[in-house]
Protein backbone atom coordinates (compact mmCIF):
# COMPACT_ATOMS: atom_id res chain seq x y z
CA UNK A 1 0.00 0.00 0.00
CA UNK A 2 0.90 3.66 -0.58
CA UNK A 3 2.70 4.75 1.95
CA UNK A 4 0.58 8.75 1.71
CA UNK A 5 -2.78 6.52 1.66
CA UNK A 6 -1.85 4.68 4.74
CA UNK A 7 -0.64 8.47 6.56
CA UNK A 8 -4.14 9.21 5.57
CA UNK A 9 -6.22 6.34 6.91
CA UNK A 10 -3.85 6.82 10.23
CA UNK A 11 -5.08 10.44 10.77
CA UNK A 12 -8.25 9.82 10.50
CA UNK A 13 -8.60 6.84 13.10
CA UNK A 14 -7.06 9.65 15.35
CA UNK A 15 -9.72 12.01 14.95
CA UNK A 16 -12.45 9.97 17.02
CA UNK A 17 -10.30 10.67 20.26
CA UNK A 18 -10.61 14.03 19.99
CA UNK A 19 -14.13 14.40 19.42
CA UNK A 20 -15.24 12.49 22.32
CA UNK A 21 -13.01 15.16 24.42
CA UNK A 22 -15.48 17.83 23.43
CA UNK A 23 -18.68 15.59 23.83
CA UNK A 24 -17.79 14.89 26.89
CA UNK A 25 -16.69 18.41 28.09
CA UNK A 26 -19.93 19.31 26.65
CA UNK A 27 -22.16 16.87 29.22
CA UNK A 28 -20.33 18.06 31.49
CA UNK A 29 -21.55 21.22 30.99
CA UNK A 30 -24.93 20.31 30.83
CA UNK A 31 -24.64 18.67 34.21
CA UNK A 32 -23.23 21.32 35.74
CA UNK A 33 -25.93 23.71 34.45
CA UNK A 34 -28.67 21.27 35.61
CA UNK A 35 -27.07 21.44 39.07
CA UNK A 36 -27.51 25.36 38.82
CA UNK A 37 -30.92 24.84 38.30
CA UNK A 38 -31.54 23.03 40.99
CA UNK A 39 -29.60 25.03 43.49
CA UNK A 40 -31.46 28.65 42.14
CA UNK A 41 -34.89 26.82 42.77
CA UNK A 42 -33.06 25.90 46.43
CA UNK A 43 -32.61 29.51 47.12
CA UNK A 44 -36.21 30.80 47.06
CA UNK A 45 -37.40 28.36 49.52
CA UNK A 46 -34.72 29.17 52.57
CA UNK A 47 -34.47 31.20 55.30
CA UNK A 48 -31.01 33.53 55.61
CA UNK A 49 -28.85 31.81 57.39
CA UNK A 50 -29.23 28.82 54.26
CA UNK A 51 -28.72 31.16 51.85
CA UNK A 52 -25.21 31.36 52.43
CA UNK A 53 -24.58 28.10 51.86
CA UNK A 54 -27.03 28.08 48.76
CA UNK A 55 -24.88 30.92 47.44
CA UNK A 56 -21.37 29.93 47.70
CA UNK A 57 -22.43 26.44 46.18
CA UNK A 58 -23.94 28.82 43.16
CA UNK A 59 -20.46 30.39 42.94
CA UNK A 60 -18.61 27.07 42.88
CA UNK A 61 -20.83 25.82 39.81
CA UNK A 62 -20.58 29.06 38.18
CA UNK A 63 -17.06 28.72 38.60
CA UNK A 64 -17.27 25.01 37.34
CA UNK A 65 -19.26 26.78 34.37
CA UNK A 66 -16.97 29.17 33.22
CA UNK A 67 -14.27 26.51 33.30
CA UNK A 68 -15.89 23.93 31.74
CA UNK A 69 -17.00 26.83 28.97
CA UNK A 70 -13.35 27.47 28.37
CA UNK A 71 -12.59 24.04 28.26
CA UNK A 72 -14.60 23.23 25.84
CA UNK A 73 -13.95 26.57 23.23
CA UNK A 74 -10.09 25.07 24.15
CA UNK A 75 -11.13 21.66 22.87
CA UNK A 76 -13.01 22.55 19.93
CA UNK A 77 -11.08 25.00 18.80
CA UNK A 78 -7.91 22.36 19.04
CA UNK A 79 -10.12 20.19 17.35
CA UNK A 80 -10.74 22.11 14.55
CA UNK A 81 -7.11 22.76 14.09
CA UNK A 82 -7.01 18.93 14.22
CA UNK A 83 -9.65 18.43 11.97
CA UNK A 84 -8.41 21.33 9.63
CA UNK A 85 -4.58 19.55 9.35
CA UNK A 86 -6.34 16.09 8.83
CA UNK A 87 -8.76 17.38 6.03
CA UNK A 88 -5.50 18.99 4.50
CA UNK A 89 -3.23 15.99 4.29
CA UNK A 90 -6.08 13.78 3.25
CA UNK A 91 -6.22 16.34 0.11
CA UNK A 92 -2.62 16.02 -0.49
CA UNK A 93 -2.77 11.98 -0.57
CA UNK A 94 -6.15 12.28 -2.53
CA UNK A 95 -4.20 14.56 -5.26
CA UNK A 96 -0.85 12.16 -5.01
CA UNK A 97 -3.46 8.88 -5.75
CA UNK A 98 -5.20 10.64 -8.28
CA UNK A 99 -1.55 11.34 -10.10
CA UNK A 100 -0.21 7.69 -9.59
CA UNK A 101 -3.66 6.70 -10.86
CA UNK A 102 -3.39 8.81 -13.75
CA UNK A 103 0.16 7.47 -14.61
CA UNK A 104 -0.63 4.11 -14.03
CA UNK A 105 -3.22 4.75 -16.53
CA UNK A 106 -1.19 6.05 -18.89
CA UNK A 107 1.67 3.60 -18.64
CA UNK A 108 -0.92 0.83 -19.07
CA UNK A 109 -1.59 3.08 -22.67
CA UNK A 110 1.86 3.00 -23.32
CA UNK A 111 2.63 -0.39 -22.69
CA UNK A 112 -0.79 -1.35 -24.82
CA UNK A 113 0.73 1.02 -27.71
CA UNK A 114 4.15 -0.55 -27.93
CA UNK A 115 2.71 -3.82 -27.80
CA UNK A 116 0.49 -3.17 -30.97
CA UNK A 117 3.49 -0.78 -32.99
CA UNK A 118 4.32 -2.34 -36.21
CA UNK A 119 7.74 -0.96 -37.38
CA UNK A 120 9.02 -0.45 -40.79
CA UNK A 121 11.29 -3.16 -40.96
CA UNK A 122 9.31 -4.90 -43.54
CA UNK A 123 8.96 -2.12 -45.86
CA UNK A 124 12.84 -1.88 -45.88
CA UNK A 125 14.92 -3.16 -48.56
CA UNK A 126 17.21 -4.81 -46.22
CA UNK A 127 19.70 -7.34 -47.93
CA UNK A 128 18.16 -11.19 -47.55
CA UNK A 129 18.53 -13.39 -44.51
CA UNK A 130 20.68 -15.41 -46.46
CA UNK A 131 23.90 -12.70 -47.06
CA UNK A 132 23.20 -10.99 -43.34
CA UNK A 133 23.54 -14.84 -41.77
CA UNK A 134 27.38 -14.77 -43.75
CA UNK A 135 28.71 -11.98 -41.57
CA UNK A 136 27.05 -13.34 -38.45
CA UNK A 137 28.71 -16.25 -36.44
CA UNK A 138 25.89 -17.96 -34.52
CA UNK A 139 28.87 -19.56 -31.53
CA UNK A 140 27.63 -19.19 -28.11
CA UNK A 141 24.33 -17.05 -29.09
CA UNK A 142 21.17 -18.81 -28.95
CA UNK A 143 18.21 -18.46 -31.45
CA UNK A 144 16.62 -14.54 -29.89
CA UNK A 145 20.51 -13.48 -29.80
CA UNK A 146 21.56 -14.97 -33.24
CA UNK A 147 18.38 -13.46 -35.29
CA UNK A 148 19.01 -9.98 -33.38
CA UNK A 149 22.62 -10.28 -34.28
CA UNK A 150 21.12 -11.20 -38.13
CA UNK A 151 19.28 -8.14 -38.02
CA UNK A 152 21.52 -5.22 -36.98
CA UNK A 153 23.39 -6.78 -39.46
CA UNK A 154 20.84 -6.19 -42.17
CA UNK A 155 20.43 -2.58 -40.63
CA UNK A 156 24.07 -2.05 -40.60
CA UNK A 157 24.31 -3.00 -44.24
CA UNK A 158 21.39 -0.55 -45.39
CA UNK A 159 22.66 2.09 -43.32
CA UNK A 160 26.23 1.96 -45.31
CA UNK A 161 23.51 1.82 -48.37
CA UNK A 162 22.18 5.02 -47.74
CA UNK A 163 25.50 6.53 -46.76
CA UNK A 164 26.62 5.70 -50.09
CA UNK A 165 23.67 7.55 -51.31
CA UNK A 166 23.89 10.20 -49.59
CA UNK A 167 27.46 11.12 -50.23
CA UNK A 168 26.82 10.32 -54.14
CA UNK A 169 23.67 12.92 -53.84
CA UNK A 170 26.23 15.12 -52.52
CA UNK A 171 28.73 14.49 -55.08
CA UNK A 172 26.00 15.43 -57.25
CA UNK A 173 25.01 18.21 -56.31
CA UNK A 174 28.37 19.80 -56.27
CA UNK A 175 28.76 18.71 -60.08
CA UNK A 176 25.15 20.38 -60.54
CA UNK A 177 26.56 23.67 -58.74
CA UNK A 178 29.85 23.73 -60.93
CA UNK A 179 27.90 23.05 -63.69
CA UNK A 180 25.65 25.85 -63.12
CA UNK A 181 28.31 28.27 -62.40
CA UNK A 182 29.77 27.18 -65.83
CA UNK A 183 26.67 27.36 -67.37
CA UNK A 184 26.30 31.01 -65.89
CA UNK A 185 29.69 31.91 -67.26
CA UNK A 186 29.12 30.34 -70.38
CA UNK A 187 25.68 32.64 -70.91
CA UNK A 188 27.90 35.43 -69.74
CA UNK A 189 29.77 35.14 -72.43
CA UNK A 190 27.76 34.55 -75.31
CA UNK A 191 25.70 37.54 -74.22
CA UNK A 192 28.71 39.37 -74.68
CA UNK A 193 29.47 38.11 -77.57
CA UNK A 194 27.41 40.39 -80.00
CA UNK A 195 28.08 43.73 -77.88
CA UNK A 196 32.06 42.44 -78.90
CA UNK A 197 30.98 41.85 -82.61
CA UNK A 198 29.31 45.12 -82.99
CA UNK A 199 32.43 47.15 -81.24
CA UNK A 200 34.62 45.13 -84.08
CA UNK A 201 32.48 46.08 -86.92
CA UNK A 202 32.43 49.86 -85.42
CA UNK A 203 35.95 50.10 -85.31
CA UNK A 204 36.83 48.23 -88.98
CA UNK A 205 34.77 50.69 -90.62
CA UNK A 206 36.32 53.42 -88.80
CA UNK A 207 39.78 51.94 -89.69
CA UNK A 208 38.40 51.45 -93.25
CA UNK A 209 37.34 55.06 -93.81
CA UNK A 210 40.75 56.22 -92.06
CA UNK A 211 42.69 54.37 -94.70
CA UNK A 212 40.48 54.88 -97.62
CA UNK A 213 39.77 59.12 -96.86
CA UNK A 214 43.19 60.46 -95.31
CA UNK A 215 45.68 58.74 -97.85
CA UNK A 216 46.97 57.01 -95.38
CA UNK A 217 47.30 53.96 -98.14
CA UNK A 218 49.18 56.22 -100.11
CA UNK A 219 51.99 57.05 -97.25
CA UNK A 220 52.75 53.39 -95.58
CA UNK A 221 51.90 51.01 -99.28
CA UNK A 222 53.98 53.07 -101.68
CA UNK A 223 55.24 49.77 -102.99
CA UNK A 224 52.57 48.55 -103.51
CA UNK A 225 50.14 48.99 -106.73
CA UNK A 226 46.58 50.00 -106.83
CA UNK A 227 45.09 46.95 -107.44
CA UNK A 228 46.97 45.13 -104.82
CA UNK A 229 45.71 48.15 -102.41
CA UNK A 230 41.76 47.80 -103.31
CA UNK A 231 42.34 43.73 -102.85
CA UNK A 232 44.08 44.35 -99.45
CA UNK A 233 41.30 46.53 -97.93
CA UNK A 234 38.40 44.14 -99.26
CA UNK A 235 40.02 41.00 -97.10
CA UNK A 236 38.67 40.13 -93.62
CA UNK A 237 40.25 41.74 -90.39
CA UNK A 238 42.94 38.91 -90.25
CA UNK A 239 43.73 38.11 -93.43
CA UNK A 240 44.09 41.99 -93.61
CA UNK A 241 46.89 41.35 -90.84
CA UNK A 242 48.36 38.32 -92.17
CA UNK A 243 48.89 40.62 -95.76
CA UNK A 244 50.43 43.92 -94.00
CA UNK A 245 53.04 41.06 -92.60
CA UNK A 246 53.62 39.73 -95.61
CA UNK A 247 54.35 42.60 -97.90
CA UNK A 248 56.54 44.33 -94.81
CA UNK A 249 58.16 40.64 -94.87
CA UNK A 250 58.42 40.83 -98.71
CA UNK A 251 59.73 44.54 -98.80
CA UNK A 252 62.39 44.64 -95.80
CA UNK A 253 63.83 40.59 -97.38
CA UNK A 254 63.60 41.38 -101.40
CA UNK A 255 67.37 41.49 -101.70
CA UNK A 256 67.95 37.96 -99.87
CA UNK A 257 68.58 35.86 -102.33
CA UNK A 258 68.86 32.10 -100.02
CA UNK A 259 65.17 33.33 -99.54
CA UNK A 260 62.67 33.35 -101.76
CA UNK A 261 59.46 35.00 -100.56
CA UNK A 262 56.19 36.12 -102.73
CA UNK A 263 53.00 37.23 -101.51
CA UNK A 264 49.32 37.43 -103.40
CA UNK A 265 45.87 38.10 -102.90
CA UNK A 266 43.86 35.65 -104.79
CA UNK A 267 40.09 35.45 -105.47
CA UNK A 268 36.70 36.72 -106.67
CA UNK A 269 36.92 40.71 -106.07
CA UNK A 270 33.37 41.03 -106.80
CA UNK A 271 32.08 39.09 -104.52
CA UNK A 272 34.47 40.19 -102.23
CA UNK A 273 32.66 44.04 -102.42
CA UNK A 274 29.37 42.98 -102.18
CA UNK A 275 30.31 41.22 -98.67
CA UNK A 276 32.23 44.68 -98.07
CA UNK A 277 29.11 46.49 -98.66
CA UNK A 278 27.24 44.73 -95.78
CA UNK A 279 29.63 44.76 -93.29
CA UNK A 280 27.53 45.28 -90.64
CA UNK A 281 25.08 42.53 -91.55
CA UNK A 282 25.93 39.27 -89.04
CA UNK A 283 26.17 35.81 -90.33
CA UNK A 284 23.31 33.70 -89.65
CA UNK A 285 24.96 30.73 -87.51
CA UNK A 286 22.45 27.33 -88.23
CA UNK A 287 23.20 23.98 -88.95
CA UNK A 288 23.44 23.75 -92.73
CA UNK A 289 27.17 23.06 -93.55
CA UNK A 290 27.74 24.95 -96.61
CA UNK A 291 26.87 28.10 -94.36
CA UNK A 292 29.11 27.30 -91.66
CA UNK A 293 32.04 26.86 -93.75
CA UNK A 294 31.11 29.37 -95.72
CA UNK A 295 34.62 31.06 -96.88
CA UNK A 296 35.55 34.20 -98.20
CA UNK A 297 36.22 34.84 -101.80
CA UNK A 298 39.92 36.25 -100.94
CA UNK A 299 42.73 34.32 -100.05
CA UNK A 300 46.09 35.65 -99.25
CA UNK A 301 48.62 33.06 -101.02
CA UNK A 302 52.48 32.93 -100.35
CA UNK A 303 55.04 31.66 -102.29
CA UNK A 304 57.92 30.19 -100.01
CA UNK A 305 61.51 28.50 -100.97
CA UNK A 306 65.28 28.36 -99.87
CA UNK A 307 66.66 26.76 -97.58
CA UNK A 308 67.44 26.46 -93.70
CA UNK A 309 70.44 27.95 -91.93
CA UNK A 310 73.03 24.80 -91.72
CA UNK A 311 71.53 23.40 -94.89
CA UNK A 312 73.80 20.64 -96.79
CA UNK A 313 72.10 19.74 -100.11
CA UNK A 314 71.72 23.14 -102.27
CA UNK A 315 69.90 21.51 -104.91
CA UNK A 316 66.55 21.37 -102.69
CA UNK A 317 65.20 24.22 -104.02
CA UNK A 318 61.54 23.29 -104.58
CA UNK A 319 58.98 25.91 -103.86
CA UNK A 320 55.51 25.53 -102.02
CA UNK A 321 52.46 27.77 -101.94
CA UNK A 322 50.19 28.55 -98.63
CA UNK A 323 46.66 29.52 -98.93
CA UNK A 324 45.34 31.18 -95.88
CA UNK A 325 41.47 31.42 -96.08
CA UNK A 326 38.60 33.26 -93.69
CA UNK A 327 35.55 31.32 -92.65
CA UNK A 328 33.38 33.83 -92.53
CA UNK A 329 30.81 32.09 -89.72
CA UNK A 330 33.10 29.95 -87.98
CA UNK A 331 35.56 33.28 -87.72
CA UNK A 332 38.76 31.04 -88.15
CA UNK A 333 41.77 30.80 -90.20
CA UNK A 334 42.36 27.78 -92.20
CA UNK A 335 45.98 26.85 -94.30
CA UNK A 336 46.45 24.55 -97.21
CA UNK A 337 49.70 23.50 -98.60
CA UNK A 338 50.65 22.39 -102.24
CA UNK A 339 53.63 21.82 -103.99
CA UNK A 340 54.79 23.96 -107.18
CA UNK A 341 56.88 21.06 -108.85
CA UNK A 342 55.69 18.49 -110.71
CA UNK A 343 57.65 15.87 -109.45
CA UNK A 344 57.51 16.75 -105.50
CA UNK A 345 54.08 16.93 -104.05
CA UNK A 346 52.96 17.65 -100.71
CA UNK A 347 49.70 17.66 -98.31
CA UNK A 348 48.58 19.67 -95.75
CA UNK A 349 48.92 16.73 -93.21
CA UNK A 350 52.95 16.97 -93.82
CA UNK A 351 52.87 20.23 -92.07
CA UNK A 352 51.05 19.23 -88.99
CA UNK A 353 52.81 19.92 -85.31
CA UNK A 354 54.90 22.84 -86.98
CA UNK A 355 54.40 23.68 -83.45
CA UNK A 356 54.48 21.36 -80.43
CA UNK A 357 50.91 20.37 -79.98
CA UNK A 358 49.36 22.25 -83.00
CA UNK A 359 47.79 19.41 -85.79
CA UNK A 360 45.46 21.81 -86.80
CA UNK A 361 42.47 18.66 -86.40
CA UNK A 362 40.24 20.84 -84.16
CA UNK A 363 38.85 24.26 -84.14
CA UNK A 364 40.66 26.89 -82.14
CA UNK A 365 37.42 29.38 -81.90
CA UNK A 366 35.59 28.02 -78.62
CA UNK A 367 32.36 29.24 -79.32
CA UNK A 368 32.35 26.93 -82.51
CA UNK A 369 32.27 23.87 -79.62
CA UNK A 370 28.19 24.96 -79.34
CA UNK A 371 27.40 24.76 -82.88
CA UNK A 372 25.14 21.94 -84.18
CA UNK A 373 23.71 21.33 -80.65
CA UNK A 374 27.14 21.10 -78.76
CA UNK A 375 28.11 18.51 -81.60
CA UNK A 376 30.35 20.26 -83.81
CA UNK A 377 33.37 18.96 -84.83
CA UNK A 378 35.74 20.49 -87.47
CA UNK A 379 36.12 18.69 -90.97
CA UNK A 380 39.02 19.84 -93.21
CA UNK A 381 37.06 17.64 -96.12
CA UNK A 382 34.49 20.53 -96.16
CA UNK A 383 37.04 23.52 -96.88
CA UNK A 384 39.65 21.38 -99.05
CA UNK A 385 41.63 19.61 -96.71
CA UNK A 386 42.91 22.88 -94.70
CA UNK A 387 43.24 22.96 -91.30
CA UNK A 388 42.75 25.64 -88.93
CA UNK A 389 46.38 25.28 -87.27
CA UNK A 390 46.49 27.75 -84.10
CA UNK A 391 49.68 29.27 -85.61
CA UNK A 392 48.26 30.61 -88.51
CA UNK A 393 45.52 32.31 -85.85
CA UNK A 394 48.05 34.26 -83.57
CA UNK A 395 49.94 35.28 -86.95
CA UNK A 396 46.49 36.60 -87.92
CA UNK A 397 45.62 38.56 -84.89
CA UNK A 398 43.06 36.44 -83.53
CA UNK A 399 43.36 36.34 -79.52
CA UNK A 400 41.67 32.83 -78.85
CA UNK A 401 42.06 30.92 -75.87
CA UNK A 402 43.96 28.25 -77.59
CA UNK A 403 44.34 23.97 -76.57
CA UNK A 404 46.80 22.47 -77.58
CA UNK A 405 46.82 19.21 -78.55
CA UNK A 406 49.79 17.91 -76.30
CA UNK A 407 48.71 14.11 -75.64
CA UNK A 408 49.46 13.87 -79.19
CA UNK A 409 52.33 15.96 -79.59
CA UNK A 410 55.43 14.11 -81.05
CA UNK A 411 58.18 16.57 -79.41
CA UNK A 412 59.52 15.75 -75.86
CA UNK A 413 59.32 18.88 -74.32
CA UNK A 414 56.10 20.13 -75.71
CA UNK A 415 54.48 20.15 -72.32
CA UNK A 416 57.26 21.89 -70.94
CA UNK A 417 57.68 24.45 -73.23
CA UNK A 418 53.73 24.66 -73.98
CA UNK A 419 52.63 25.06 -70.36
CA UNK A 420 49.95 27.66 -71.04
CA UNK A 421 48.50 29.51 -74.52
CA UNK A 422 50.34 32.94 -73.26
CA UNK A 423 53.91 31.49 -73.86
CA UNK A 424 53.18 29.25 -76.68
CA UNK A 425 51.85 32.80 -78.59
CA UNK A 426 55.13 34.90 -77.68
CA UNK A 427 57.18 32.29 -79.41
CA UNK A 428 54.82 32.21 -82.55
CA UNK A 429 55.57 35.38 -84.52
CA UNK A 430 55.43 36.04 -88.14
CA UNK A 431 59.47 35.34 -89.05
CA UNK A 432 59.15 32.18 -86.89
CA UNK A 433 56.69 31.08 -89.09
CA UNK A 434 58.17 31.66 -92.15
CA UNK A 435 61.51 29.89 -90.84
CA UNK A 436 59.68 26.96 -89.28
CA UNK A 437 57.58 26.36 -93.13
CA UNK A 438 60.71 26.53 -95.10
CA UNK A 439 62.46 24.45 -92.55
CA UNK A 440 59.67 21.86 -93.04
CA UNK A 441 59.74 22.04 -97.02
CA UNK A 442 63.65 21.48 -97.19
CA UNK A 443 63.26 17.98 -94.54
CA UNK A 444 59.91 17.07 -96.66
CA UNK A 445 62.11 17.04 -99.87
CA UNK A 446 65.26 15.48 -98.23
CA UNK A 447 62.67 12.97 -97.14
CA UNK A 448 61.25 12.25 -100.77
CA UNK A 449 64.59 11.70 -102.10
CA UNK A 450 65.56 9.22 -99.34
CA UNK A 451 62.03 7.14 -99.69
CA UNK A 452 62.40 7.33 -104.02
CA UNK A 453 65.94 5.15 -103.44
CA UNK A 454 64.75 3.21 -100.73
CA UNK A 455 61.70 2.30 -103.21
CA UNK A 456 64.51 1.40 -105.74
CA UNK A 457 66.21 -0.84 -103.15
CA UNK A 458 69.05 1.79 -102.52
CA UNK A 459 70.00 2.77 -99.31
CA UNK A 460 71.68 6.37 -100.40
CA UNK A 461 74.78 7.39 -97.87
CA UNK A 462 77.01 10.06 -97.95
CA UNK A 463 79.99 8.44 -96.76
CA UNK A 464 82.57 5.78 -98.11
CA UNK A 465 81.50 2.22 -97.84
CA UNK A 466 83.73 -0.24 -96.08
CA UNK A 467 83.48 -3.54 -96.40
CA UNK A 468 85.36 -6.97 -94.72
CA UNK A 469 86.28 -10.10 -97.36
CA UNK A 470 83.49 -12.85 -96.30
CA UNK A 471 81.79 -10.98 -94.20
CA UNK A 472 77.84 -11.43 -94.98
CA UNK A 473 75.71 -8.44 -96.43
CA UNK A 474 72.16 -8.32 -95.53
CA UNK A 475 69.58 -6.48 -98.72
CA UNK A 476 66.94 -4.43 -98.48
CA UNK A 477 64.50 -6.78 -100.08
CA UNK A 478 61.32 -4.45 -100.52
CA UNK A 479 60.50 -1.03 -99.24
CA UNK A 480 56.75 0.09 -100.05
CA UNK A 481 54.13 2.76 -98.55
CA UNK A 482 50.96 1.72 -97.01
CA UNK A 483 47.85 3.78 -97.64
CA UNK A 484 45.39 4.32 -95.62
CA UNK A 485 43.21 1.47 -96.35
CA UNK A 486 45.84 -1.04 -95.31
CA UNK A 487 45.77 -2.56 -92.08
CA UNK A 488 49.06 -2.51 -90.13
CA UNK A 489 50.73 -5.90 -90.86
CA UNK A 490 52.91 -5.61 -87.75
CA UNK A 491 51.69 -5.27 -83.85
CA UNK A 492 53.04 -2.07 -82.60
CA UNK A 493 54.05 -1.72 -79.23
CA UNK A 494 52.77 2.16 -79.21
CA UNK A 495 49.61 2.10 -81.94
CA UNK A 496 49.11 5.83 -80.95
CA UNK A 497 52.23 6.65 -82.76
CA UNK A 498 50.87 5.46 -85.83
CA UNK A 499 47.64 7.56 -85.64
CA UNK A 500 48.92 10.88 -85.87
CA UNK A 501 48.01 13.84 -88.49
CA UNK A 502 50.46 13.18 -90.89
CA UNK A 503 52.05 10.14 -90.53
CA UNK A 504 53.33 8.20 -93.07
CA UNK A 505 53.75 3.95 -92.68
CA UNK A 506 56.51 1.77 -94.22
CA UNK A 507 56.81 -1.65 -95.23
CA UNK A 508 60.17 -3.13 -96.00
CA UNK A 509 61.66 -6.46 -95.71
CA UNK A 510 65.12 -7.05 -95.28
CA UNK A 511 67.22 -10.28 -95.73
CA UNK A 512 70.40 -12.20 -95.24
CA UNK A 513 71.72 -15.86 -95.28
CA UNK A 514 69.62 -17.31 -92.43
CA UNK A 515 68.09 -14.03 -91.08
CA UNK A 516 64.68 -12.64 -93.03
CA UNK A 517 63.06 -9.85 -91.28
CA UNK A 518 60.03 -7.71 -92.14
CA UNK A 519 59.80 -3.88 -90.73
CA UNK A 520 56.53 -0.90 -89.95
CA UNK A 521 58.45 2.05 -90.14
CA UNK A 522 56.26 4.97 -89.02
CA UNK A 523 57.69 8.79 -90.31
CA UNK A 524 55.54 11.36 -88.48
CA UNK A 525 54.87 14.79 -89.94
CA UNK A 526 57.96 16.77 -87.89
CA UNK A 527 60.61 14.29 -89.34
CA UNK A 528 63.58 14.62 -88.34
CA UNK A 529 62.96 16.09 -85.11
CA UNK A 530 61.14 13.39 -83.95
CA UNK A 531 63.06 9.72 -85.01
CA UNK A 532 60.95 7.34 -87.24
CA UNK A 533 59.50 4.50 -85.07
CA UNK A 534 60.86 0.89 -85.82
CA UNK A 535 58.19 -2.28 -85.03
CA UNK A 536 59.84 -5.58 -86.47
CA UNK A 537 59.25 -9.02 -86.64
CA UNK A 538 61.32 -12.01 -87.86
CA UNK A 539 59.92 -14.31 -90.46
CA UNK A 540 62.74 -16.62 -90.75
CA UNK A 541 65.81 -16.96 -88.29
CA UNK A 542 67.55 -17.62 -84.99
CA UNK A 543 66.28 -14.10 -83.46
CA UNK A 544 64.00 -13.90 -80.60
CA UNK A 545 62.01 -11.00 -79.48
CA UNK A 546 64.43 -9.69 -77.14
CA UNK A 547 66.61 -9.26 -79.70
CA UNK A 548 64.04 -7.48 -81.88
CA UNK A 549 62.96 -4.72 -79.49
CA UNK A 550 66.97 -4.63 -78.82
CA UNK A 551 67.40 -3.62 -82.47
CA UNK A 552 64.48 -1.34 -82.43
CA UNK A 553 65.92 0.46 -79.74
CA UNK A 554 68.95 0.62 -81.32
CA UNK A 555 67.49 2.36 -84.37
CA UNK A 556 66.24 5.00 -82.40
CA UNK A 557 69.21 5.61 -80.02
CA UNK A 558 70.67 8.80 -81.09
CA UNK A 559 73.92 10.88 -78.86
CA UNK A 560 74.45 14.47 -78.46
CA UNK A 561 76.97 14.08 -81.32
CA UNK A 562 74.81 12.91 -83.39
CA UNK A 563 72.03 15.49 -82.73
CA UNK A 564 74.58 18.53 -83.35
CA UNK A 565 75.26 16.45 -86.62
CA UNK A 566 73.26 18.32 -89.34
CA UNK A 567 74.24 15.65 -91.74
CA UNK A 568 72.32 13.00 -90.00
CA UNK A 569 69.35 14.62 -89.91
CA UNK A 570 68.96 15.13 -93.06
CA UNK A 571 70.11 11.85 -94.05
CA UNK A 572 68.15 10.18 -90.43
CA UNK A 573 65.65 7.69 -92.29
CA UNK A 574 68.64 6.34 -94.81
CA UNK A 575 71.42 6.46 -91.43
CA UNK A 576 68.78 3.93 -89.70
CA UNK A 577 68.15 1.54 -92.39
CA UNK A 578 72.13 1.65 -92.58
CA UNK A 579 72.01 0.81 -89.15
CA UNK A 580 69.32 -1.83 -89.18
CA UNK A 581 71.63 -3.82 -92.10
CA UNK A 582 74.78 -3.78 -89.97
CA UNK A 583 72.29 -5.36 -86.93
CA UNK A 584 71.08 -7.83 -89.19
CA UNK A 585 74.83 -8.13 -90.42
CA UNK A 586 76.14 -8.56 -87.14
CA UNK A 587 73.08 -10.94 -85.73
CA UNK A 588 74.25 -13.39 -88.87
CA UNK A 589 77.88 -12.87 -88.13
CA UNK A 590 76.82 -13.94 -84.43
CA UNK A 591 75.08 -16.40 -85.16
CA UNK A 592 77.32 -17.72 -87.70
CA UNK A 593 78.99 -21.50 -86.55
CA UNK A 594 82.31 -21.51 -85.39
CA UNK A 595 84.67 -24.27 -84.80
CA UNK A 596 86.16 -22.76 -81.64
CA UNK A 597 82.23 -22.11 -80.21
CA UNK A 598 82.62 -24.99 -77.65
CA UNK A 599 86.38 -23.27 -76.63
CA UNK A 600 85.51 -19.38 -76.46
CA UNK A 601 82.22 -17.44 -75.63
CA UNK A 602 81.46 -14.86 -78.37
CA UNK A 603 80.60 -11.20 -77.38
CA UNK A 604 76.77 -10.43 -77.94
CA UNK A 605 76.45 -6.45 -79.61
CA UNK A 606 73.30 -5.63 -78.74
CA UNK A 607 72.60 -2.42 -75.92
CA UNK A 608 70.49 -4.20 -73.38
CA UNK A 609 72.71 -7.24 -73.23
CA UNK A 610 74.72 -5.71 -71.88
CA UNK A 611 72.78 -3.67 -69.58
CA UNK A 612 72.09 0.59 -68.87
CA UNK A 613 74.44 1.06 -66.56
CA UNK A 614 77.75 0.74 -69.25
CA UNK A 615 80.20 3.42 -69.76
CA UNK A 616 81.30 3.30 -73.12
CA UNK A 617 78.17 2.94 -75.56
CA UNK A 618 78.20 1.61 -79.10
CA UNK A 619 77.89 4.01 -82.10
CA UNK A 620 77.51 3.27 -85.20
CA UNK A 621 79.97 3.80 -88.08
CA UNK A 622 78.87 4.81 -91.75
CA UNK A 623 81.96 4.96 -93.10
CA UNK A 624 83.24 1.28 -91.67
CA UNK A 625 79.70 -0.34 -91.51
CA UNK A 626 80.51 -1.27 -88.34
CA UNK A 627 79.50 -0.37 -84.57
CA UNK A 628 82.40 0.92 -82.41
CA UNK A 629 82.63 1.93 -78.91
CA UNK A 630 82.35 5.45 -77.80
CA UNK A 631 85.90 7.18 -77.00
CA UNK A 632 85.59 9.35 -73.82
Not at 196 to 205: F, M, P, Q
Not at 240 to 253: D, S
Amino acid sequence: MDRSLQGAIDAATHLPSEIEKVQNLVSEVEKCCEELRQTLALLDGKPDECRDKVLFKLCSCGAKLKWLNRESHLSLESCKLAVQKRKEDVQKRRIILENSLYQRKQLKEEIASCQNYRGLIDEIPLISLEEASVSVSSEGLDSNDYDHQVMLARLEAERESRRSLLRQLEELKRKKSDLDTELKESRQFLENIPKEIEKIHSAASRVSSFFHGSGFSSHCFHFLNEDILRKMFLLPLPLYVLARQAYAFQHTFQSDKQLHFHMDIVGDTKAAESIYEHLNASCSFNDDEHTLYSMHPLQVELELGGQPEGALDASLQRTFTATFSYLLCLEIVVVSFRSNASDFSLSTEQFAYLFPGDDGSHSPNPTNSYLDKGKFSFLPSKVGGARPFIWAQIICGLGFPFELNLASSSVKDGKEWLRNALNYSKHVVFGAVIKALIARNYFLQSLSMQLVSLQRLIVPVSAKEAQLPGDPRAELKSWSELTENQELVSTSANPSFYSQTGTRKFLLEVQSESIHLRGLVAVCSDYPLTCPYWSLKCIRGPLQESDLRDIERELGSLTEEDMETNALLENLLSIQVKKLLACVDICQEINRPSPHDSLIERPRWDRAFRGRMRTKPFVFNPEANIFEPRVG
